[in-house]
């Protein structure tokens, strides 16, 4: 089991910059894949990113292709999110996820409690 804390949300203008991080607990870091998803109210919650265990492969939505990178340290059991040239349609709270099989494939078992991301206009 791991368990996930987010940090870094906040407030920004648009066309500014954040980067997300999320610390997991546990000695088994690198045997879990790990994603970013975001929800807004009303809406499903969407993947934004993944990274499989080693790192080596990252998957985008479209919407952020370009602009946001998913990144992961095994040392530090910290999984990153930069975000760049932000978008008020990025706002959202965002949330990281872990799995044992890629997030991508089916909805995940581990989510940290999330943070708001406010993109102002």
């Known amino acids: 089991q791991v368990q996930l804390v987010e940090s870094g949300g906040g407030l920004v203008q648009a066309g500014g910059s954040l980067r997300l991080s999320c610390a997991a607990s546990g000695r088994t870091f690198s045997s879990y894949a790990m994603g970013w998803f975001r929800q807004v109210p009303g809406r499903e919650r969407e993947i934004v990113a993944a990274i499989n265990r080693s790192g080596g492969s990252t998957y985008y939505a479209d919407s952020v292709k370009g602009r946001f990178t998913i990144s992961r340290d095994n040392a530090k059991n910290t999984v990153y999110l930069q975000m760049n040239s932000l978008k008020p349609e990025d706002t959202a709270v965002y949330y990281c996820?872990?799995?044992?099989?890629?997030?991508?494939?089916?909805?995940?078992?581990?989510w940290g409690q999330g943070t708001q991301v406010t993109v102002s206009s």
């Open positions: 996820a872990a799995d044992r099989v890629p997030v991508t494939a089916a909805k995940p078992n581990y």
